[in-house]
């Protein structure tokens, strides 16, 4: 029994680290966070900046990142402090659940995403899952981000001229840049018939008139550079 308490109580704790621009929500964070076995606040930052400097003295096992910060946001500091510490788990804390502040985080690096209507302990169980390896997703979040992978993917379509064999590519390269049907053969080694011929093809693929369309057709998509 001695042994196994000797055991919790060499336990390091979580140290935190709070980012966050409002600074009674730092400072009550802190007196709560502070009263829950082990976890330990060790900096509070009220900007992006001010966090990444704090990171980089104390390294944190795990930050509590507010989203909306005047300067560098929550989303770029974030970014920026994974870059330096992949390690550290980023528990983001916020009052907003718009599609423009949570995907843009989520795919910036943030392992959970809380909002600030939480309870006391279920920051503190984030933040112990957090060092354990494991996310935790507001319900809202969870439920947004299933819906965004059930929304079936728009294929997109194939430009018109995927449709071309690499000979017909080859003349409309030369149609783009001007050249006549007899130059072309010259240019190809083939005769002007079979130009002829792919032109033709080339035009009801494209779906254009005469020469000159797809010459434009050709300059557009970069085909005849």
Known sequence: MESMERMETDEQPIKVLLVDDHEMVRIGLAAVLNTEDGIEVVGEASNGMEGIRLATAY???????DLVMEGMDGVETTRKLLELYPECK???LTS???D???????????????LKTSRA?????AIRAAARGQSVLESQVAAKMMNRFRQPKVEQKAAPHDQLTEREMDVLKLVGRGLSNQEIAEELFIGIKTVKFHV?????KLGVDDRTQAAIYAHKHGIAE
Do not use: H, Q, R, W
């Open 90 to 92: 980023v528990i983001v």
């Open 200 to 204: 033709t093809n080339i035009f009801a």
């Open 100 to 114: 423009s502040k949570m995907y843009p985080v989520i795919e910036a690096g943030a392992f959970s995403y809380l």
């Open 121 to 125: 302990n279920e920051i503190a169980d």
């Open 96 to 98: 907003y659940l718009d």
């Open 59 to 65: 390294n944190p096992d795990v930050v509590l990142m």
